[in-house]
């Protein structure tokens, strides 16, 4: 089983700041990488899917990076919509497998 | 609309016995393979199981083997979760979504771009 390592656990920001998030991979999964965000008492969202392609209507803001087992999501310019959890997700193998998750709160 | 609406939760004892479903609307489900998620309460994201676009293929995370089982029916634009055995820990919301597949230099890359808002089960004595 693939292991997903997400960094920091929290992230405290002010709107307009940069975010970055990382994600560790514990064996090589080339871009098979996805992003989702999820907020409290919804169902979670896909951001970025295969490490950098922006997912449909999703604000160029967000971007996703990196492959084999380091990759990180960056979000340039934090709006107020986008204080909640993200999530790294592979799909390299079954089972595909979650990272823990980082919260991004507002400081 | 592009929607999932799951069903089917509920309150049971352990060692006991529910079946989820998600109805698919505005896309042509029978194209697309699709998940289940499950989320327990204060937790993160657990994938639970995942079946092709005919139900001949399935794959499971290790924890559901023997226990759960997916399937769907095109006909009817549903996908369902047979849970057996239930235990304190299946205790979560489950969501049920549908798989992208995109292809990138020769190779397919899957997510998740479609969720339901989730249905709740709680196993308790």
């Known amino acids: 089983e693939i292991v997903l390592t997400q960094s920091p656990g929290t992230l405290s920001l002010s709107p307009g700041e940069r975010a970055t998030l990382s994600c560790w991979a514990s064996q090589n999964i080339g871009s098979y990488l996805a992003w989702y965000q999820q907020k409290p008492g919804q169902a979670p969202r896909l951001l970025i899917y295969a490490a950098s392609s922006r997912a449909t209507g999703i604000p160029d803001r967000f971007s996703g990076g990196g492959s084999g087992t380091d990759f990180t999501l960056t979000i340039s310019r934090l709006e107020p919509e986008d204080f909640a959890v993200y999530y790294c997700q592979h799909c390299a193998n079954s089972p595909w497998t979650f990272g823990q998750g980082t919260k991004v709160d507002i400081k | 609309e592009v929607q999932l609406v799951e069903s089917g939760g509920g309150l049971v004892q352990p060692g006991g016995s529910l079946r989820l479903s998600c109805v698919a609307s505005g896309f042509t489900f029978s194209s697309h393979w699709m998940t289940w998620v499950r989320q327990a309460p204060g937790k993160g994201l657990e994938w639970v199981a995942n079946i092709r676009q005919d139900g001949n293929e399935m794959y499971y995370v290790d924890s559901v083997k023997g226990r759960f089982t997916i399937s769907r029916d095109n006909a009817k634009n549903s996908l369902y979760l047979q849970i057996n055995s239930l235990r304190a820990e299946d205790t979560a919301v489950y969501h049920c979504?549908?798989?992208?597949?995109?292809?990138?230099?020769?190779?397919?890359?899957?997510?998740?771009?479609?969720w339901g808002p989730g249905t709740t089960v709680s196993v308790s004595s």
């Open positions: 979504a549908r798989i992208i597949a995109v292809t990138i230099f020769g190779l397919a890359n899957y997510a998740m771009d479609v």
